[in-house]
Structure formats: C-alpha cells, structure tokens
C-alpha cells in the first residue's frame, strides 16, 4: 500500500515525529513523507507514534487508493489540527479569537472549584496541635485521641460560630484580623473536656456544613453516627450528627493509665505554636476565596449538601491534590517562612512541608485541578477511524451487528443530549462482546472517537475478552488496556501466548506513598502517558495514569467498584476519573447474586451521575434486574442534568434494545415506559426463539438422597449418581474419532465449595467408570498454586475451541495421546 503522512506537529513533538517518520518513508518536503509499506510495517509505524506522542503531536496518514482518490486512515495526537477528512487549514491566526475551549457544560463547575479551595485551606488546621506536632518528631508515635481531621472541623466551627447564614462566616474570613486569628483557637469546642460539646456541623447553614463535610472526609469517610437507629434515620440526619466517634475517636487501651490518656487528650486541644490562622500569606489567601465566595451568588442558592455530583467531585479534587502535594518536597514560596509549623515528614522521618505552606500548595493544586476537569473528555485519547468497527460483517450469523451499528449512529445525536440506556441480549455465540463495542462506537461522535470499558465478572475472562478484540478487531496495546488481579497471571498469560518474551514491569514510582490503585493490580497499556490529561498529579501511579488514558479498558468489575464502594486510601480517584470520561459495558449483569446487587446498582448510578452511557450484555437479563438498573441509572442521570449540559433539560435517556432478531430504540421518560417497552421487546424475542431449531435441550436429574445424611456418606451415592448420569449424557451426545471409530464426549460439573469438589473426585475415581467407558478427569479449582491453575486454564481454553468444528478437537495432542493410548471404546473427558 502506498500511504502518505503529513505532521502538523510542533515544538519538541515534530523533533521526534519526524525522528520516527524519516525511518520508514521518505520526505516530501518539511512536513510530508510518501513510502509503499505493508500493512504490519504501518502498524509498526502507527504504534510508534502513539508511544511518543505528545500533546502537540498532531500526524495524519493518507492511502493513496488510485487515480484522485485517497482515505484518512488514522490521525495520531491533536485531531483538532485536521478536519473529519484530514484537511488543513489555509491559514491561520495566532489570536485566540472564539476561545471555544473555554466554553463547558458545567453549571456548577466554578462552585465545585471554590468549594474545594476552602476545604483545601482549612483541611489541616487541625495538625497545628500539641499532639500532632509531637508526635511527628517522634521515633515510636502514638495514634491521637482524635483524628486531625476531626480537630480541623472544630476549628472551622470557631471560624462559622454563631452564624445564622453563609454570608456572615465568610465576612468573617474575609476580615480575619491578628486579634481575632489569637482568638478562633480560644473559642473552639473540646471533645472529651468541655461538656457539653455538641456535634459541631449541627447548627452550620448550608455551604459550611459542605465545606465541613470536605474537611472531615477528605482521608476517609466518617462511620455511621448512629449505630442503633434505623439507616434511613441515619442518612437523613447526615452530616449534623456526626460526632468524634464517627470520625476514628481512639479509646483508652487497657495498658494505658486514665492520667496519660487524659493528658493525650488535653494535647489535642492545645495549640502552644499557635494556628495556621497567625499565618499571613494563609490569611490573605483565605480571604481572596471568601470574596470569591461572595461574589459567586449561586452557591448561596443551591443546596450543596443535596448535591452528589458537586460533593464527589470536590472531594476528589481534594484528595487527589492533597495525595499530590504531600509527594513534593518543602516547596518554600508559600506561606511565611518563619511559620513554626510543620504538616509532614519526609522517607528519613524530618520535617518536611511548613503547615501553611502545605495548605497553601494543596489549595492551588485543587484549584488547578478541578480548572482542568471540564476540558479533560477533550484531552483523553479516543479510538477514531477504526475500520474493525465501522467495517460490515459478512457471516450469516452476524449480520444482526451490521443492524445495531446503523440504529446506535441513529441516534448518536440524541443520546449526547438526554443519554443512553441500552440491552443487549442476543444469544450466546452470537457475538454480543464484539457488537457491544461497535455500538457505542456508533454512539461517538465521529470525528473524536469512542472511549469505553468492559466490566466483566470473572477474571479468567479479562486477557482472554482483550486477546479476543486485539486479534478479531486489530486493536493494539497502544489502543487498549487490560487491567488484571496481578502481575502474575498477566506474565503467565503473556509466557502461553509469546513463550519467548516476558512483559517489562511499569514503574511503581515511589514506594513511601500509598498507590491510587490496589497493589494487586496490574494495567497492561503501551500508549503514552507524557503531556496525558492530568499527568501532572498522576505521575506517582502510573497504573493509574494508564487506567486513564487507553481509549478501551477490558477488566473485572471489581477494579470499577472502588469508585463508590472505597471509604478511604484515595482508590475512588482513578475509577472515578475513568467513568467521568467513558461509557460502560457491564456483561453477564446477571451472574452476581443477590448480595452483589447493591453494589452494581450505585455503580450504574454513579455512571449515570456522571453523564455516561450503560450497555447491559446478556442472553439472560430478568426484568427485575434490568429495571432496578435503569432507575438506577436514571436517578444519576437527573443529578448530572442539575449540573451538566442546558439547565432545566428534562430527563428523557434514549433506550435501546438488540438481540439477533432485530433492535429498536425509545425515549423513556419514566420506569413505565421503560418497562412497557422492555416486556414487548422480550415478548418479540421469546416468539422468534419458539421458532428456532433447538440447540441445546435439558433435564433435571433426580437425586435421591436423605437430607439429614453426613457428609462423608453422601459422597459415595453422589459420586455414583454423577458418573451413571454422564453415561447417558455421552450416549446422546458423543462424536466419534474418524480415524479409530472411538467415541468421545466432553463434560463439566459444577460445584460451589472446593471441599465437596475433592471428595467427589477421590470417589468417582475409587467408583471407576461404567464398563467399556474411561473417565479422564480434570480437576480444576482456585486453591491450586497459581501456575498450576494458568496451565490447566490454557489447556482448557485451547482444546475447547468451537469455531472450527469437531475435528479440531481429535488433532490436539493431548487428546490423541489419550485415545490412542486406552482401548475403551467410549472416552469421557470431565471438567470437575
């Protein structure tokens, strides 16, 4: 093929653009190249570049198809530099004159940044006390009676006081002088020795009681308050009801002296070196914000506490600037260098950030942030002009994907304004994992791209769905990630597929601070990461950073989950950031029990709060299911309608429907019209299904033992029961070897404790198989060593392979070792 490239790249990104090109095609002047190349060697080429890119990068590639005729294959980097057809512009100023990228949908975005600013200059306030300075100097601390936190809330009370609204505290802030600074510490509340000493958000008017939900919350949620009312009492009542035990209040231990715990107490109250508030580049920054405040009417008309969406986002802009900041060394530019105190210590146990000095730095890195946020869905990678896509499928079977494309690109428009709810429940075997992805690519805006996850509910699956797409679709590791449980099972996995190669690990960055992600997580991407949305405060995790820029994640759900399930440790960030800019496939929705249910349901949402589209994959979704999930999701797609997009817009998602049969799509308004529309949809596929030639026919075996019966003497009849009903079943659904005429059958039982499993088959192999029939028996379960289990995972996956028929399966080595060598004439290969 003969292609040519074209670079709009500047500064130091067309330096290594061109580095790169210049080794595969010749130029055609400063900013062209034209080479004939193959296929593999433009892969080559394309994955180069996207491992370099920078956020100036900006490298289209034409195929010269014939005679006038040319197709935009791929453009690498800022897409913006092109148009839909890899056009350039004639000319072009340097003045900014539209200033478009400062337009966004976000009605409460100024109000998340202030909110998080304050929380950011009052978070610490607390680590001013006796207690906390001492123990930082300290070689063997001791944990404090009360959290820092839980201090800095009650100095914030001194700041609020008495007042009736809002207004009146910040004045106050605004007009903070020397003397009342001296004061605030004198008026604060004492938990332990003042009594009485009431909750202290109880009397807050509204943007205090936020603020001080942010300053309490900002290492780990608050327990509940009130462990022996009802939780509906409880969750009406929060926060005016928290009190210091709810924020990790410690008790005296039974070694400790009541005279020393007393003591350890009193420190958490005293303030020898004084407060933050003597600080005077803290107090000028603190009063800049509550003019800001003042200024900015709308946060004196919501109701801020009733704002989920606000209050996340605040929080983790806090948190992630906090995480950030405590990183870097003493930064000495801000705050009063002669300030005495001190907020941590470096990987030696030395001081290291002044505490003004640290509030001061996490409050304009939180500012810096969450000014970032509304542009980060146009700086995150996207997959454009993807042929394994967009490209019509041939085969029979599944034309149907050809259908679901053409509806989702229907109605790509409407489902940008008012969202997207989709069902997909074609068969098994039909495709759905690979239309899934062709369906909310549809959905993209074309120009831009897709961005999507796949959340699966086992782990044997994840590298399994990702090999799948890499090789049916031709993505590359620079367009995808697969997060796993480990480094292991990706190593393992990768050794059975290249037995040559073993993966590079990624760079952990610094082991003294506590990662965005679990530690037994691994992100397998090879894209770049340099000049990436948020690099800046993401550069210690680079799992995490990885986890947010692949256009496609494939992983088990639980690595989404901590984004409403995490209470503490920061691991909400990257799964938080993840679903804020992607849509969210959730397959076999309908594997998780009853105890799951919960947590899927304020996952879906939270995606919904956050603005982004759900597809449920499944062939068997209940009803029930289906509708929990959509109120679900539509309960969260109202509160993102508060604070994104036109305001007052009427929440009206766009649903859709697909199996192999056919698809169709609705507005839904409400769960009635939901629901009306999902039973016909269902009613349609249950008639078309009665027409189907059966595929696979069941029956419910009978099993006759006593109920009270031990254990040890089920065992023996169960195992019998076992192999005389895996008899019949090889009897009606054997196939037969062509070349010994011997006849095979393979078979799984499935059972739910490891135990029973065990015993089982030591009785099924003193019982021995039915005459003229062998049983070779796998046993297959997690407490094998992990080696093991990957091996016997990829045999498995090998020798049950459908797509090429019957046959395959006599070819495998293993199996032709086993026919030949035994003579029975019926084999039984068993899964146990």
Not at 86 to 109: F, H, I, M
Not at 209 to 217: D, E, F, K, N, T
Not at 500 to 505: F, I, L, R, S
């Amino acid at each position: 093929m003969n292609v040519i490239l074209v670079s709009q790249c500047s500064k130091r990104a067309l330096k290594e653009s061109r580095r790169i090109l210049d080794q595969f095609a010749e130029r055609r002047g400063n900013r062209s190249w034209q080479t004939p190349i193959t296929l593999a060697g433009l892969k080559t080429l394309h994955r180069l570049l996207r491992k370099t890119a920078r956020k100036n990068t900006a490298v289209a590639c034409f195929w010269i198809r014939g005679h006038n005729r040319s197709e935009l294959l791929w453009i690498v980097g800022d897409t913006r530099q092109f148009n839909e057809w890899g056009g350039t512009p004639t000319n072009a100023t340097q003045r900014n004159v539209l200033r478009t990228e400062d337009e966004d949908d976000w009605l409460s975005g100024e109000g998340i940044r202030l909110l998080a600013a304050l929380a950011a200059l009052m978070h610490d306030l607390g680590k001013a006390c006796c207690a906390f300075q001492q123990k930082l100097q300290d070689t063997k601390p001791i944990a404090d009676v009360y959290r820092h936190e839980w201090v800095s809330l009650r100095l914030f009370q001194a700041c609020v006081g008495d007042a009736q609204n809002d207004k009146t505290w910040l004045e106050r802030l605004k007009n903070l002088s020397d003397e009342k600074a001296e004061q605030l510490p004198k008026d604060i509340l004492r938990d332990g020795i003042d009594k009485p000493s009431p909750p202290p958000m109880k009397k807050f008017p509204p943007l205090a009681q936020a603020v001080g939900w942010l300053i309490l919350s900002h290492h780990r949620l608050p327990a509940d308050p009130d462990r022996g009312g009802t939780r509906e009492k409880d969750l009406k009542c929060l926060p005016a009801n928290l009190k210091a035990g709810s924020c990790g209040e410690r008790p005296k231990r039974q070694d400790e002296k009541d005279r020393d715990y007393q003591k350890l107490k009193e420190q958490c109250w005293e303030f020898p070196q004084g407060t933050p508030f003597d600080s005077q580049s803290w107090r000028k920054r603190t009063a800049r914000f509550a003019r800001r405040m003042l200024e900015h009417e709308r946060l004196f008309a919501d109701n801020w506490l009733d704002n989920p969406y606000a209050l996340h986002l605040a929080r983790l802009g806090l948190m992630l600037a906090d995480h950030y900041y405590s990183s870097l060394p003493a930064q000495p530019g801000y705050g009063d260098r002669d300030h005495p105190l001190y907020a941590n210590t470096d990987a030696n146990g030395q001081l290291k950030q002044r505490l003004d000095e640290h509030l001061l730095g996490v409050e304009a890195h939180a500012s810096r942030l969450l000014w970032q946020l509304p542009r980060l869905n146009r700086q995150v990678s996207r997959i454009a002009r993807h042929k394994g896509f967009t490209r019509r499928t041939l085969i029979p079977r599944f034309t149907w994907q050809n259908k679901a494309y053409d509806l989702a690109a229907s109605i790509r428009q409407r489902a940008r304004e008012y969202g997207f709810f989709g069902i997909n429940m074609a068969s098994t075997g039909m495709g759905k994992t690979f239309a899934n992805g062709r369906i909310l690519y549809a959905l993209a805006e074309p120009k831009q791209g897709a961005r999507f996850n796949i959340a699966l509910g086992l782990r044997t699956l994840t590298l399994q769905t990702g090999d799948a797409y890499r090789d049916h679709l031709g993505l590359g590791p620079e367009d995808m990630a697969v997060l796993v449980g480990g480094r292991a099972i990706r190593e393992l996995h990768a050794q059975q597929r290249q037995p040559d190669k073993v993966p590079q690990t990624a760079d952990r960055g610094s082991e003294s601070l506590e990662n965005l992600l679990d530690d037994n997580s691994f992100v397998h991407y090879e894209g770049s990461l340099e000049d990436g949305p948020l690099a800046q405060w993401l550069k210690k995790s680079p799992d995490a950073q990885k986890l947010l820029a692949a256009p496609i994640l494939i992983s088990t759900i639980d690595h989404l989950m901590p984004a409403t399930e995490s209470t503490r440790g920061g691991h909400q960030i990257a799964p938080m950031l993840r679903l804020l800019t992607s849509d969210l496939v959730l397959d076999e929705a309908d594997d998780f029990d009853l105890n799951d249910l919960p947590a899927l349901t304020r996952l879906v949402h939270w995606v919904g709060m956050l603005g982004s589209n759900v597809l449920l994959s499944s062939a068997t979704l209940p009803p029930a299911l289906v509708q929990g999930l959509y109120d679900a999701w539509r309960a969260g797609r109202s509160v993102f309608q508060q604070n994104r997009g036109e305001p007052g817009r009427t929440v009206n998602p766009v649903c859709a429907w697909f199996d192999e049969f056919g698809c169709t799509a609705e507005d839904c308004p409400d769960t009635e019209t939901f629901s009306a529309h999902h039973h016909s949809f269902v009613e349609k596929r249950l008639h078309k299904l009665a027409g189907e030639q059966e595929k696979r026919r069941a029956w419910i075996q009978p099993v006759a033992i006593p109920a009270p019966s031990p254990r040890e003497e089920i065992y023996p009849t169960w195992a019998g029961i076992l192999r005389d009903t895996a008899a019949k079943l090889h009897e009606n659904h054997h196939v037969s070897d062509p070349t010994t005429r011997k006849r095979l059958s393979c078979g799984l039982i499935r059972m739910a404790h490891i135990r029973d499993i065990i015993a089982t088959a030591r009785e099924l192999l003193r019982l021995g198989a039915c005459t003229n029939q062998r049983i070779h028996l796998c046993v297959y379960h997690s407490r094998h060593p992990l080696l093991m289990r990957a091996a016997i995972e990829e045999r498995l996956d090998r020798l049950l392979k459908r797509e090429e028929g019957d046959a395959r399966l006599f070819q495998q080595p293993e199996i032709r070792a086993m026919l030949d060598r035994h003579d029975e004439p019926d084999q039984l290969f068993i899964t146990l």
